[in-house]
């Protein structure tokens, strides 16, 4: 079975803090996303990652960046944190290119508090 | 732009029904739909994955459909219990790069 991992399932961090939410999938996808959700907006694309190193915004890119040194971690970072980023945080992975039968798999979310 | 629309936003049954939960989106240039469960404070359960040549996809009591040309999938429960209650969330990749437009989601509670 494929597995996404996220290293927190609950987060509490301070304004101005700069934060670290890790994610890390066990399937050699090429592709990972972060995405966050919230109560009347859903899901929205953050930002995604079609390789190591490479890396495209997505709907709501500001006040976050990310890293992929590695094939199998995706990193999501709060640069400094504000009331407004908390949310639940998904991280996803899928097999490379659009196709009829690529699926994404989603971890199991960090739910982030920033006070 | 695609858009992905769920019909009802929330849905509360009595254990025993078949249900019905619908979603529609607006670009029929899809290479597939994703259906989703999502219990409450947790991640994304990956139900069915109908690609774009399929007509439906069946996993135990859950049936999806899909109609592309109107724009539709459906998900049907049978025999509805306790344990289904959660957010169904249907997704359709866009943009390339299997990026995920949502919609947003019908919460079904289901009562003994």
């Known amino acids: 079975d494929v597995k996404v991992t996220q290293s927190s399932r609950y987060l509490v961090k301070r304004t101005g803090e700069k934060v670290f939410l890790e994610c890390v999938q066990d399937?050699?996808?090429?592709?990972m996303f972060w995405y966050r959700q919230d109560p009347g907006l859903g899901l929205r694309l953050i930002y995604f990652?079609?390789?190591?190193?490479?890396?495209e915004k997505g709907d709501i890119p500001e006040g976050y960046s990310v890293s992929r040194e590695k094939k199998e971690r995706f990193s999501l970072i709060l640069e400094s944190a504000s009331t407004n980023q908390t949310s639940m945080y998904l991280c996803?992975?899928?097999?490379?290119?659009?196709?009829?039968?690529?699926?994404?798999?989603f971890g199991p979310g960090t739910r982030l508090t920033v006070t | 732009k695609q858009e992905v629309t769920q019909i009802p936003a929330a849905l509360s049954v009595p254990e025993g029904e078949n249900l019905v939960l619908n979603c529609s989106f607006t670009?029929?240039?899809?290479?597939?739909l994703q259906w989703f469960r999502q219990d409450p404070g947790k991640g994304l359960t990956s139900l069915l994955l109908?690609?774009?040549?399929?007509r439906e996809q069946t996993s135990g009591r859950l049936n999806a459909s899909l109609d592309k040309s109107s724009g539709r999938s459906t998900l049907y429960i049978a025999a509805s219990q306790p344990g289904d209650s959660a957010t169904y969330l249907c997704?359709?990749?866009?943009?390339?790069?299997?990026?995920?437009?949502f919609g947003a989601g019908t919460r079904l509670a289901v009562h003994p």
């Open positions: 997704a359709v990749p866009s943009g390339g790069y299997n990026k995920l437009i």
């Open positions: 996803a992975s899928s097999p490379p290119l659009a196709g009829a039968d690529y699926e994404q798999y």
């Open positions: 399937m050699d996808h090429e592709n």
């Open positions: 990652s079609y390789d190591v190193k490479m890396k």
């Open positions: 109908i690609q774009s040549s399929q």
């Open positions: 670009d029929s240039a899809i290479y597939n």
